[in-house]
């Protein structure tokens, strides 16, 4: 079965995420036997960033760091067992807010296709970047 890595760089609609992850360094982590539970972004949600976001991150592995492990947590939690927990912990460190009332989403993104399932976690596809804070 393919890692998180795999999947991303193999389907459509990830390349910015998967350029994101490799300025940032976070390759082997994601790469590893984790498991992770991964909110991905894909390419329309890091289009509606204002203009120049995106480079500006890109320019500031740190911050981008920050930002997209804030998008991972630890485990591999399905969209059934995330709606239960109501909130999960980020790798970051920061707390998700998970809301399955009207569909399922995760803190300000909707979830697009959920519980793609990889050899060292499980995706979520994401409408919009979450934002910390």
């Known amino acids: 079965m393919p890692t998180i ?8 609609g990830f390349s910015t995420l998967v350029a994101a ?30 203009p120049g976001t995106v480079q500006t991150l890109v320019q500031n592995p740190p911050q ?4 997209l492990t804030f998008h991972v947590a630890a485990g591999k939690h399905t969209k059934d067992e995330l709606i239960k927990m109501g909130q999960i912990d980020s790798v970051e460190g920061a ?25 060292n976690g499980i995706i979520h596809v994401l409408d919009n970047v979450i934002l910390m804070g």
């Open 64 to 67: 981008l760091a920050r930002i």
């Open 21 to 50: 992850v490799q300025a940032a360094g976070l390759v082997e982590v994601l790469q590893s036997d984790g498991p992770f539970t991964v909110f991905a972004p894909n390419d329309d949600a890091f289009a509606k960033l204002p």
């Open 95 to 119: 707390p998700i807010p998970i809301d399955g009332t009207e569909g399922f989403e995760v803190k300000n993104a909707t979830v697009l296709a959920a519980d793609i399932e990889a050899d």
């Open 5 to 12: 890595v795999d999947i991303a760089v193999n389907t459509e």
